[in-house]
């Protein structure tokens, strides 16, 4: 059985799944903080299928990009319950779940989240499924300057952004419409690969990816940091 938490963005998810299938999905938004949702949701899909900490054989998280205090919940929780449970851990980028259903569909692909502030988090991987540039955060026109051949563009950033997307780039772009939900079985599937293949991350050096650092205290750095630790 792997748990797999994503708390990315304000469309949070829990999930349970076995090695054919997901047994039991929870998905909500999060007006406020994911502080007071996410144990209460964990317990109670586990209750649902009568299950132990104890009888997972591994949890997963999303790493983000996304919020300061969203990504840092979900990661505590994930790392607490592999910890107590002596069970591995994965962790898995928000971008790459995103992109995750359209790898191999022969085109290249632009994965997006909505970062605030009128700018958007960003992936492009190539037809072979490879990055093709480093993650970035950026005005969505510049982001679309870097545009020059068919591209899909996914994710939950799209919900936003679509509109702008298709006025500057035409039938350049295929525009996939967002569903958040759908991350949490895109994390379900991509952990289980690397468990299935005898992999799991360090959890003292797992970290999430921010969008930027909070707005009080620290320097001010617009590009994707980690947690430091």
């Known amino acids: 059985m792997l748990?797999?938490?994503?708390?990315?963005?304000?469309?949070?998810?829990?999930?349970?799944a076995d090695h054919e299938?997901?047994?039991v999905s929870r998905g909500?938004?999060?007006?406020n903080s994911h502080t007071a949702q996410l144990m209460p949701a964990i317990s109670e899909t586990l209750r649902e299928l009568k299950l132990a900490t104890s009888d997972l054989d591994g949890i997963a998280?999303?790493?983000?990009?996304?919020?300061?205090?969203?990504?840092?919940?979900?990661?505590?929780?994930?790392?607490g319950l592999a910890s107590a449970s002596k069970k591995?851990?994965?962790?898995?980028?928000?971008l790459d779940l995103e992109a995750m259903p359209y790898l191999g569909s022969g085109m290249?692909?632009?994965?997006?989240?909505?970062s605030g502030r009128k700018e958007v988090a960003s992936a492009f991987f190539a037809i072979d499924g490879s990055r093709s540039r480093d993650d970035a955060i950026s005005p969505p026109e510049?982001?679309?300057?870097?545009?020059?051949?068919?591209?899909?563009?996914?994710g939950e950033g799209v919900a936003n952004w679509?509109?702008?997307?298709?006025?500057?780039l035409g039938d350049t772009a295929m525009v996939v419409r967002p569903s958040p939900a759908g991350r949490i079985f895109s994390l379900i599937e991509m952990s289980r690969q690397l468990l299935d293949a005898g992999e799991s991350h360090d959890l003292r050096l797992l970290q999430p990816y921010y969008l930027r650092m909070p707005s009080i205290g620290g320097p001010k750095r617009r590009d994707l940091l980690p947690q430091q630790s």
Do not use: N
């Open 88 to 94: 591995p851990l994965v962790g898995i980028g928000t």
């Open 162 to 168: 679509g509109d702008l997307i298709t006025e500057a």
């Open 21 to 23: 299938r997901v047994l």
């Open 28 to 31: 909500w938004y999060s007006h």
């Open 61 to 79: 998280v999303a790493l983000g990009p996304g919020s300061f205090s969203a990504l840092r919940v979900g990661m505590s929780v994930a790392k």
């Open 142 to 154: 510049e982001l679309l300057s870097e545009v020059t051949q068919p591209t899909i563009f996914c």
């Open 108 to 114: 290249p692909i632009c994965a997006l989240l909505d």
């Open 3 to 16: 748990l797999a938490i994503d708390t990315s963005t304000r469309y949070a998810g829990v999930a349970i």
